[in-house]
């Protein structure tokens, strides 16, 4: 396509929302629109900017591949919410939508601590990690640091590989499409860590603020990813 930077990613999500497995060259996509950078970022903006988060980015947040959640979970964890919303309300009627009501437990700390954890499930996870990111944020201005806990903590607990990372690594090694899709991912990942180790060494850089502000304002392309052979099983835009 022409003008990659700006029609390459709704190309890309039209194609992914029809289920159609999608490459895109690493020069073409902004990194900020990776598929493995994306929700990593989003994450990033609870830390630091919560209310500029919608209740949309966070139900796409939890249904990642980061969180691993499901819609099943999120609708238990909706009604739950609506059912605490209705009974503190004096007309016995919720006042927020389930979406809005998930976005603000997931910001706030604590906000589902008195809930049941198999109700809150990855949820509750994620709000946890929030937390600590803020921590490291609050002990070092350093992007660096709040993306590693970010990356460390990861809110995945559905089997016996604990991490989205692990996963990652896991189909690394298995070869095939599948590997292939696992090295570009990590090799985002990897990208976005190197800029964020950039920043640092900038003293006036903005700390992890300004960096968020930066990648996510800019076309910056993925152009430090490794080009592999094109896959079969997928369309590729350039």
Known sequence: VRSGARSIPSLHRALHAAGVP??????????????????????????????????DEIRALLLSAYCGGDSAQLRRLGRALREESRQTNEFGLPTTSSGEL????VVTPGRLATHDEEVTGVARRLSEVIVLARQAMAKHDDPHEVLWTLWDQQPWRKDDVRTWGQRLERSSYSGGAQG???DRHLDAVLTLFTLAMRNRERSAAGGARGF??????QSIPADTLVQRGASRDAVRVM
């Open 22 to 55: 999608v490459e895109v060259a690493g020069e073409d996509l902004p990194l900020h629109l990776d598929p493995a950078v994306e929700p990593l970022l989003t994450a990033m903006r609870c830390v630091i900017e919560p209310t500029s988060v919608t209740a």
């Open 102 to 105: 998930i976005r603000d437990a």
């Open 180 to 182: 292939r899709r696992a």
């Open 212 to 217: 968020l502000h930066n990648i996510t304002r």
